[in-house]
């Protein structure tokens, strides 16, 4: 009898600088190669071709930073979390970092099961060289704009798939926008995004949306995922 018990950790981890145009099978890479480097004692799968047992969270979509991304790992001994965190840290490049490590029961639940929303910073920049008056205009079309969408019960774009065309319906992944800040030429926003059965959707999707009204008054400045908000199970 087999009474190897593998040790389960959940990583949050931040994902910024350079790493922000990486691609989420590239990071999944990147992430491999520096556990290896960093001698964690990582539990593999079985079969002719073992793997490390790692699994990721959803994808980042590029260009955006991370702040809070989660992932899970087995190793084949207990580490103290603040060692795990500290080894992998040393090992990690530039714009990937462990922001720290928790221990877990063993569980079944999977990562997708899990999270239900994704809370992503939006940045909006204001271009207009008028005057105040005009950029306080443009913020409050912004906001209209918003509200608007919010009331909408389907909102239907179409998208190129890679065999044909498809419309796809926004509105059951929009969980809520809220204002956080209103500055001389920015507008922050809050954008939580509903995660239906680990699937999601661009946030600059639903931001293009909100934008149609400004035309080329405003545009997104950066986007940033802040964290995942958990299933109570």
């Known amino acids: 009898m087999n009474f190897f018990m593998p040790y389960l950790y959940r990583l949050i981890y931040r994902k910024n600088g350079p790493l922000i145009f990486v691609s989420h ?95 992503y910073l939006v940045y909006f920049a204001f271009e207009i060289p008028i005057g105040v008056n005009s950029i306080k205009n443009c913020q409050s079309r912004l906001e209209a704009a918003i509200m608007r969408l919010l009331r909408e019960k389907e909102i239907i774009i179409t998208t190129d798939t890679k065999k044909r065309m498809a419309e796809l319906n926004l509105r059951p992944f929009l969980h809520k926008i809220n204002i956080l800040s209103r500055r001389d030429d920015r507008l922050i926003v809050r954008l939580i995004i509903n995660l239906l059965q680990g699937r999601s959707i661009n946030p600059y999707l639903i931001m293009n949306k909100i934008m149609e009204s400004n035309g080329d008054s405003v545009t997104i400045e950066k986007v940033i995922r802040e964290k995942f908000i958990l299933n109570t199970l």
């Open 25 to 119: 099978l590239d990071l999944n890479s990147i992430f491999r190669r520096t556990i290896l480097r960093a001698k964690i004692p990582v539990e593999l799968t079985e079969g002719f071709n073992p793997r490390l047992k790692v699994s990721f969270g959803p994808a980042l979509p590029l260009g955006i930073a991370g702040w809070q991304e989660i992932m899970e790992i087995s190793l084949a001994e207990p580490l103290a979390e603040e060692l795990l965190v500290d080894r992998i840290n040393k090992a990690a490049p530039s714009g990937l970092r462990i922001v720290r490590a928790e221990g877990l029961l063993q569980q079944k639940i999977s990562l997708n099961k899990l999270l239900k929303c994704a809370s």
